[in-house]
């Protein structure tokens, strides 16, 4: 039986544990929030190193070596540069680029010597749009993180870079959501296509 361990159990989050679910894959989800999901759920915030490492330390007490690391976490805010709040600013790379390097670090531990890890990106070059500095900045240094990352373990690291997604993000934007956007489902399915074909590095899906 495969095993993953899920970081952020949001819409993109709880559709990707719904997919591997049905087909019969061990899952574990880590959340920043309490959550009712039909598999076991930690909760931890993914801006605490001491939170996280925890909530691994937890999870490796009861659950043998995983095949898959997802980090499915995010957020997005939009400020120009001249207004955003240091604390702001903060926060959206903890949602998008700390919590990864904080969850991806505690997780390695926990990981099969042949498991693969997958960070939840965004074409972050169309991204680069007045408001969102923070967004773009963590979703660009979140590539630089896998690539490292891909280097030093020799591991297969994967960014995938999904374009718009119907989540409530949008909500948080003041832009129109593309007719084009895929849903969380279908992005949770490209998800679990690019592992079993075992890709790696940048995937635009």
Do not use: H
Request: hydrophobic share 55%; with cysteine; charged share 20%.
């Amino acid at each position: 039986m495969k095993r993953a361990l899920v970081w952020g159990c949001g819409e993109i989050g709880q559709a990707l544990i719904a997919r591997l679910v049905a087909a019969d894959w061990q899952v574990v989800g880590v959340a920043r929030q309490a959550v009712q999901l039909p598999v076991p759920v930690f909760e931890a915030d993914f801006a605490s190193p001491s939170a996280v490492q925890a909530a691994a330390f937890a999870i490796g007490q009861e659950f043998e070596a995983f095949d898959w690391y997802v980090y499915a976490a995010g957020d997005i805010l939009v400020q120009p540069v001249q207004g955003l709040r240091v604390e702001d600013w903060q926060r959206i790379l903890n949602a998008n680029l700390t919590g990864a390097f904080y969850t991806a670090q505690a997780s390695l531990p926990l990981l099969d010597a042949g498991a693969a890890m997958a960070f939840v990106g965004a074409q972050q070059e169309r991204m680069r749009l007045p408001g969102l500095a923070a967004y773009a900045a963590a979703k660009a240094g979140l590539e630089a993180l896998a690539e490292v990352l891909r280097k030093e373990t020799r591991r297969k690291v994967l960014v995938a870079r999904p374009g718009a997604v119907r989540t409530r993000f949008w909500a948080k934007v003041p832009f129109k959501l593309p007719p084009s956007a895929m849903s969380a489902e279908l992005l949770a399915e490209k998800l679990i296509a690019a592992y079993t074909e075992g890709q790696q590095g940048l995937v635009d899906l």
